[in-house]
């Protein structure tokens, strides 16, 4: 069986064209697999950021022991490798771009966590389709750049597809962060940041997503189903509302005297630490892939285990 690597971010520091072309592409694939103590195996490739024109070349892999919780049913036994450095290697901090349509907290979350060193990276731009919302304004007040996006049909302000690609560019991004963006994200974008957007999304997915669902729309459907847990979902973006893999889930419960608004507060409050602990797993580089095509997030307490 084999894994696929999580190519990431395209985020050159030498591109000065929108949309990269195939022949500048660089990828690089540092393997793993493992053998457990009875003898099952996973191989799958660790999740590293993508550099073009001048990539390092990274270190030959050595053998290495570790077990994987909750995914190792009906995975082939193979020898596996993990490389020396993914854990131990110093770091460089990630640049983020954070999308966001109204207050933001999710972002406010996310940029609070780089400030304090808990995510390993930092806000490098915020993306927006609404300039005065006020994710848009906590944003300026702490001088992180702001883009007005999609442009507006009635104005010149705002950048198209062609010229956002551009910019994230420019700023070198590594990961894009969807935090409550309601704009389908365009297949230009898709296609230039390959399986590095993320979303999150405030139901247990695949349940409750799509278009059309979002805000209190989610948790209204959400207690009128009968259903006895919610939750945030993030999950890679792909072209469609909510169909990218998912990464990362936490269930909350959903009581007998719940309201919309009351399901909203408690997804919310799991939402600020689920995003963070992604956020930091992201710049970490401890993202995996499954054989199947599942990600997985490596621990950062012990490296053997997987969430």
Known sequence: MEAQKLSFGLSSTLSTSPIQTKKNSIFKIPSFSYT???????????LQPHFSFSPKVLPLPTKKNFQCTNCLQ???????????????????????????????????????????GTVHGEVAVLVTNKHDCGGAKYARERGIPVILFPKAKDTSEGLSEEDLVGALRTYNI?????????KLIPTELVQAFPRSIFNIHPSLLPAFGGK???????????????AR????????VD?????????????????A???A?????????EEHKLYVEVAAALCEERIVWRQDGVPLIQSKEDPNHYK
């Open 229 to 236: 847990y919610s939750g945030p979902t993030i999950h890679f």
């Open 239 to 255: 072209e469609h509302y909510d169909t990218g893999r998912i990464l990362a889930q936490r269930v909350v419960p959903v009581l």
């Open 74 to 116: 009906g995975i082939e036994k193979e020898s596996v490798t993990v490389p020396n450095n993914t854990m131990s290697k110093e770091l460089k901090k990630k640049k983020l771009a954070v999308f966001v349509s109204g207050g933001g907290s999710n972002f406010r979350s996310i940029y609070e966590a780089t400030i304090e």
């Open 261 to 269: 608004d009351t399901l909203a507060a408690r997804v919310l409050q």
């Open 174 to 182: 590594d990961f894009i962060l969807l935090a409550g963006y309601l």
């Open 212 to 226: 059309g669902y979002y805000g209190m729309k989610v948790h209204t459907a959400v207690i009128a189903s009968g």
């Open 36 to 46: 457990s103590p009875n003898n099952l195996t996973l191989k799958g490739f660790f």
């Open 257 to 259: 005297n719940d309201t």
